[in-house]
């Protein structure tokens, strides 16, 4: 994929951010986050352009002007998490650079990310992920961007295989926490159903293998067994073939599967909103709860620090507090005696559990 503009880029800046994006791209780095990056060095080279006449080259980037990009994104409002988005990219950039030798200092050194809120997962209520996990049946689920712009089923294709391949996705999500993007990325070569295992390839396309829940691979084998007398009818299909197809035959995809999710909610009774990512967070947060070591869930998640894992330690805390307060009749005056409070126990626990949102980890 070509990341450059299509007119050879014209100044200093221009060409440093062409070159570091192809060597992002040569790395491993998705396209989706190459594309992201470009997007916030772009904007940043046209602040520069438009604040000091021309875009300077990198080497004369000073901290000041890193700062007055910044202060002009905080001054339209933008969220905490997209400006320190906008400035990772930067820094990205600029340590590039640094390490080829490119320029002498970084511009970025002395400029503080900004402080971001601290917002609790949005988990899935064990009632509403209960329903989801047993299926809800209806029609078939697709999204119509996955199926070429029809909304209507091809011709032989049953609602019931749709049906055992979305639970086979949820028991997936939930049972082994894995990303969306790693879920559709997986091919049918991963699974290993024998030992309870998958391999997944997460971000930086680092391997990993998880295991996953009873559920998810009788999930998974209730859906191999169905599919795989359509799967071979005249297809030829490549030597990694996609575990999860559309009903065209081809792979999922993560905005495809979000659709299929919303879909199966609205089928399933289900009217608090939840994302594929909140499937994994709930996978997280369970564990959590029921004791396991927070280094061991660190390896499941595939995260590359333990800080990022350690925000799912904040919603275990916030359900332990909610059942202090509900429970205790010395609570600071919140807390309820008698039946009321012994009904506000674990159960209103796990419900406070389910608030908030926050970025993806």
């Known amino acids: 994929?070509?990341?450059?503009?299509?007119a050879a880029p014209a100044s200093e800046m221009e060409r440093a951010i062409a070159g570091y994006l192809e060597r992002l791209a040569g790395r491993g780095m998705s396209a989706h986050t190459v594309r992201a990056y470009g997007g916030d060095l772009a904007e940043f080279r046209v602040f520069l352009a438009r604040a000091e006449g021309e875009a300077p080259a990198p080497?004369?980037?000073?901290?000041?002007?890193?700062?007055?990009?910044?202060?002009?994104?905080?001054?339209?409002?933008l969220a905490a998490a997209s400006t320190g988005r906008k400035l990772a990219a930067v820094r990205g950039l600029f340590a590039d650079l640094r390490g080829r030798g490119e320029v002498s200092t970084d511009p970025c050194a002395r400029v503080r990310s900004p402080k971001l809120p601290e917002r609790l997962p949005r988990l899935p209520g064990r009632d509403d992920l209960n329903?989801?996990?047993?299926?809800?049946?209806?029609?078939?689920?697709?999204?119509?961007?996955?199926?070429?712009?029809?909304?209507?089923?091809?011709?032989?294709?049953?609602?019931?295989?749709l049906a055992v391949r979305d639970r086979a996705i949820f028991e997936t999500l939930y049972g082994a926490g894995v990303r969306a993007a790693e879920l559709v990325g997986l091919d049918r070569q991963d699974l290993r159903l024998g030992e309870g295992l998958i391999r997944v390839l997460g971000k930086g396309r680092k391997e990993r293998i998880v295991p996953i829940g009873g559920g998810a691979a009788r999930a998974l084998a209730d859906y191999l067994n169905l599919w795989s007398a359509w799967r071979a009818t005249g297809r030829r299909e490549p030597k990694r073939a996609p575990l999860f197809l559309n009903r065209e035959g081809n792979r999922l995809t993560t905005r495809g599967l979000a659709w299929i999710?919303?879909?199966?909610?609205a089928e399933a009774?289900?009217?608090?909103?939840?994302?594929?990512?909140?499937?994994?967070?709930?996978?997280a947060t369970h564990l959590l709860d029921n004791g396991a070591d927070l280094r061991a869930i660190q390896e499941l998640l595939g995260?590359?620090?333990l800080s990022t894992t350690q925000r799912y330690t904040h919603v275990s805390t916030a359900q332990l507090t909610a059942a202090y307060e509900a429970a205790?009749?010395?609570?600071?005056?919140?807390?309820?005696s008698g039946k009321s409070g012994r009904s506000g126990g674990a159960d209103g626990a796990r419900r406070t559990g389910t608030g908030g949102t926050r970025r993806k980890a």
């Open 1 to 6: 994929m070509d990341f450059a503009p299509n």
């Open 59 to 77: 080497a004369e980037v000073t901290p000041g002007m890193v700062r007055g990009f910044m202060a002009g994104l905080m001054g339209r409002g």
């Open 131 to 161: 329903r989801l996990l047993a299926g809800g049946g209806g029609e078939a689920a697709d999204s119509p961007a996955d199926v070429g712009g029809s909304a209507t089923p091809p011709q032989g294709v049953a609602a019931d295989r």
């Open 261 to 265: 999710l919303s879909r199966r909610l």
């Open 269 to 283: 009774g289900v009217l608090r909103p939840t994302s594929p990512h909140g499937l994994r967070h709930a996978f």
């Open 303 to 305: 995260h590359a620090n």
């Open 328 to 336: 205790h009749p010395r609570a600071g005056g919140s807390g309820k």
